[in-house]
């Protein structure tokens, strides 16, 4: 008898188990059955937990409360998996070793509860699409949506049920090394983000067919670390984790997220994973959140490293009394050491061990994990196989990127002007690099590199030469090396180096035209990869201007996750285009995007800095002192961004007229109308994102110079004009007031702008009154 027709037999017997009549609106289904658009009833998943509770020991019941990494096969986790005292576990990717694990669980153990396997889907499973400040650059929620939900199928096809995204720290100091998983410095714009990958992670509902568990991380504050440096703690008053900080998270939670994970970080000296006002009064009290809070990996322990707990026991105990149901660590639990001894010092109570594992159940059952554990491997193939989610990721990476310079119109190129081209730079070439941080089952040799798209545009109408010119690394390596296996490259010796750099000048002299790729390692962005400069690494900066001072045309194409310091190139270079981290497809669409066959329309989600002395730098600043010298804070250089932020060219022109309010005055509660014409005025079909800022003039706190409080991505043809409408209600005119310490709408003038960035100069004006 094959393994399939075993585990399907297993099952049918399963289902036959006294708690399986008890499924009442989710019905069983053979192996290999996509679930039914079935949505769960809330007290039929209610009623079917507490009755697994209420013949669960002690030890199971902890057990569900526990995740843990497996690197591979490991008896005591297979022990404890069997026992019924294991509730979850990540890094499992293999189908075949998901569905003996799962086996495990629903044949062995007492009860027969599935496990919940996670991971890391941060930006794709197989198919990986561009890093999700990327996708925040394509100021569209839809194309997120699209990205996630191909993310979740292809993740769901192989037993992983549940994904730790979406990261929603905003991030404001681009030294910090997570700002590349995130959607940059805006609560609005993050906030839209946060709710599209919801709906792609989880569909309709939890439980949707080929959808997947979500799980909002790092909550919260993590992305202020001060410094910028990953791990350390942030001082963040509560008008600033209000207005800014917690905004995304919240947009989750209306959106129906299922889990939560907490942060490694101090937040104003309390640990995130023990800040029962951030796990309990916010998320729970004030949000009415009702999914289930993880702990980041080991953050339990940690808490002991925080000087908060004085040894395991302790920190199991201020964890789980601060809100995390779930703790994720290596090794073992604290929860599993420390929470059976905690009751019986009656430090906690029976209920509340309970209280902490029905959402767990709940999540299991909605999923459909009971009647559906195991994989259809077949199905697992071919699902990662399917070339609409290659194409898919294509597009994303074309509506991602964003043109940050286009003197004298070089771009886009022609196809037969140029016969000899030379495609330079460490990253050129590189596949890892191509698809960025926070991937791990990609199919490496599929990625497309910049080269190899280039050279699959062009076929044989030009001669593409290529060489890397200058090595790039890690001053200090990176933990993820191991983890993705990648072995050190010999470092250059100094006449390597050398010739190196000649040969790329020498290829750029002998050509026609300079593609040169610079920018990050994909190791040099995301966790533990926070940096104290933002300069190009290595000797980018010497092979930059050395092949500019070649005299012939060249396009800088920027793989990055976070803005960096090209102020010489922004002024030397006449074409610069942030592709940041593409993906599987980036290649491909970085050539059509430079020979036209797509059209940038990307904006920036952060704003990007002359130099590393002016971070943190941010849009929405207040109006204080001197504001007409705003942009004279320093006497050695100006005080304003290089770009500000939802900046990014396009290979035509737009205008925008008639901005008109449908009133001048309002009461608080009311919403007033916003409408304005786009016109594209080029020659080019293309895309423009209307953003609309608003500026409250007075009230009880100072307000932000500007606010982004909407936005619309437009697709316009040649000569085209189109009424955008947008609206302003409560939502975007309350703020938490630090005098009032409470959400106000306040008795103001309002100003009101809209165009193409933050510095929008069309202009109206409107009342709230009494």
């Not at 699409?129 to 929620?141: C, E, H, R, T, Y």
């Not at 009647?371 to 194409?391: K, S």
């Not at 050129?428 to 990625?447: K, M, R």
């Not at 036209?596 to 002016?614: E, F, N, S, Y």
Request: with cysteine; net charge negative.
């Amino acid at each position: 008898m094959n393994k399939h027709r075993r585990l399907r037999l297993n099952q049918k017997s399963l289902q036959k188990s006294l708690f399986f009549p008890l499924a009442l609106a989710i019905a069983p289904l053979a192996f290999g059955q996509t679930p039914a658009t079935v949505l769960p009833d809330d007290a039929a998943v209610r009623e079917r937990a507490n009755l697994l509770l209420k013949q669960m020991t002690l030890e199971e019941k902890i057990g569900q409360l526990s995740q843990l990494f497996d690197f591979g096969k490991d008896q005591a986790i297979d022990d404890a998996v069997s026992r019924g005292q294991l509730g979850s576990l990540l890094f499992v990717t293999d189908p075949a070793e998901i569905n003996r694990l799962q086996h495990l669980a629903v044949e062995k153990a007492r009860l027969h509860i599935p496990l919940i396997f996670g991971f890391d889907v941060i930006h794709g499973f197989r198919t990986i699409f561009p890093v999700p400040i990327a996708m925040a650059a394509s100021w569209d929620p839809s194309t997120a949506t699209r990205a996630q939900t191909i993310a979740a199928k292809e993740a769901r096809s192989v037993g992983i049920n549940w994904a730790f995204a979406p990261m929603l720290d905003i991030a404001r100091d681009p030294r910090w090394g997570r700002i590349v998983e995130g959607a940059g410095e805006d609560p609005y714009l993050g906030s839209a983000m946060a709710a599209a990958q919801v709906r792609g992670f989880q569909g309709d509902y939890i439980g949707a067919p080929d959808h997947i568990l979500a799980c909002m991380k790092h909550f919260a504050g993590y992305g202020a670390a001060i410094g910028g440096r990953d791990y350390d703690e942030a001082y963040l008053p509560e008008t600033l984790l209000q207005n800014v900080y917690l905004k995304p998270f919240q947009a989750a939670v209306k959106a129906g997220i299922g889990s939560a994970m907490s942060a490694y970080l101090d937040l104003n000296d309390v640990p995130a994973t023990g800040n029962r006002w951030l796990l309990h009064d916010v998320l729970r009290d004030d949000w009415k959140y009702t999914g289930f809070v993880v702990s980041d990996a080991n953050s339990v322990k940690s808490l002991q490293n925080h000087g908060y707990a004085k040894d395991v026991s302790e920190a199991a105990l201020y964890a789980f009394n601060a809100g995390v149901n779930m703790e994720m660590a290596m090794g073992f639990t604290a929860f599993s050491k420390s929470l059976a001894a905690a009751m019986e010092k009656n430090q906690i109570t029976a209920r509340q061990i309970e209280d902490a594992a029905r959402p767990i159940l709940e999540v299991k059952i909605r999923l459909g994990l009971f009647e559906h554990p195991y994989v259809d491997e077949a199905r697992a193939r071919e699902i990662l196989a399917t070339p609409g989610h290659r194409t898919a990721a294509r597009l994303a990476a074309e509506r991602t990127a964003v043109l940050l310079r286009n003197e004298g119109g070089l771009l886009p190129l022609k196809k037969d002007a140029y016969k000899k081209i030379a495609v330079l730079g460490p990253l050129a070439d590189s596949q890892i690099d191509t698809i960025g941080s926070w991937a791990f089952q990609q199919d490496l040799p599929e990625t497309v590199t910049v080269l190899a798209g280039l050279r699959n545009k062009l076929g044989q109408q030009a001669d593409l030469s290529y060489a890397p010119g200058v090595q790039i690394r890690r001053k200090i390596p990176s933990f993820f090396d191991e983890i993705l296996d990648l072995k050190p490259q010999p470092v250059w010796t100094p006449q390597q180096s050398k010739d190196a750099l000649s040969k790329a000048v020498a290829l750029a002299t002998s050509s026609d035209f300079t593609v040169l790729v610079l920018g990050e390692a994909q190791n040099m962005s995301g966790e533990a990869a926070s940096r104290e400069s933002l300069d190009l690494p290595g000797q980018e900066e010497k092979l930059l201007e050395s092949v500019a001072a070649t005299g012939k045309p060249i396009v800088l194409v920027l793989l990055n996750g976070r803005p960096l310091n090209i102020k010489w190139a922004s002024e030397h270079i006449p074409a610069i285009l942030d592709a940041w981290y593409p993906g599987t497809q980036g290649g491909n669409a970085v050539a059509n995007l430079l020979f036209g066959d797509a059209i940038p329309g990307g904006k920036l989600p952060i704003t990007w800095p002359r130099d590393v002395g002016q971070l943190p730098i941010y849009y929405a600043h207040n109006t204080t002192q001197a504001p007409e010298n705003q942009s004279k804070r320093y006497w050695d250089e100006e005080s304003t961004p290089l770009y500000p932020f939802g900046y990014g060219l396009s290979y035509s022109k737009f205008i925008f007229s008639n901005l008109k309010l449908g009133r001048t005055e309002i009461k608080p509660g009311e919403t007033i109308d916003v409408s304005v014409d786009l016109e594209n005025t080029g020659a080019t079909a293309a895309e423009e994102v209307a953003q609309l800022y608003i500026h409250q003039q007075s009230g009880s706190s100072s307000r932000p110079v500007r606010e982004l409080k909407g936005f619309e991505r437009v697709t316009l043809a040649p000569r085209e004009k189109k009424t955008l409408r947008f609206s302003l209600g409560n939502d975007e005119l309350t703020y938490w007031s630090a005098a009032r310490k409470d959400w106000v709408e306040e008795p103001a003038t309002f100003d009101v702008w809209v165009g193409g960035d933050s510095t929008a100069s069309l202009h109206a004006n409107f009342n709230i009154t009494h």
